[in-house]
């Protein structure tokens, strides 16, 4: 099994930047392809972004390309996901989320990742 926890939300005005954290625990000796969800209220989950256990690979959300930026620590073991630009309507509860499949090209598919860390609130003020 793994564990996600994810941290790092907070209140910021438009056009500011946040960082957010993730770290597994558990079984990771193998490797996870991580990613990041966010949900607002009354929408459905949307994929922001998706690192592939190496790091090598990334692929990003449309709405945040550009903006946010997916990276892992030498462990692989945490992703970060660095917020920069930010609007109102990134508004949302993220989600971090992992998966033992090494799938090419990375899923943006939440059914995808079994495994998900608790989320973290995110507001920007306008």
């Known amino acids: 099994q793994v564990q996600l926890v994810d941290s790092g939300g907070g209140l910021v005005q438009a056009g500011g930047s946040l960082r957010l954290s993730c770290t597994a625990s558990?079984?990771?000796?193998?490797?996870?392809?991580m990613g990041w969800f966010r949900q607002a209220p009354g929408k459905e989950r949307e994929f922001v972004a998706a690192?592939?256990?190496?790091?090598?690979?990334?692929v990003y959300g449309d709405s945040v390309k550009g903006r946010f930026t997916i990276s892992r620590d030498g462990a692989d073991v945490t992703v970060h996901l660095q917020m920069n630009s930010l609007k109102p309507e990134d508004t949302a509860v993220y989600s971090c989320?992992?998966?033992?499949?090494?799938?090419?090209?990375?899923?943006?598919?939440?059914?995808?990742?079994?495994?998900w860390g608790q989320g973290t609130q995110v507001t920007i003020s306008s």
């Open positions: 989320a992992a998966d033992w499949q090494r799938r090419i090209p990375l899923s943006r598919r939440p059914r995808d990742y079994p495994y």
């Open positions: 558990g079984r990771t000796s193998s490797g996870l392809s």
């Open positions: 690192s592939s256990w190496s790091g090598d690979s990334t």
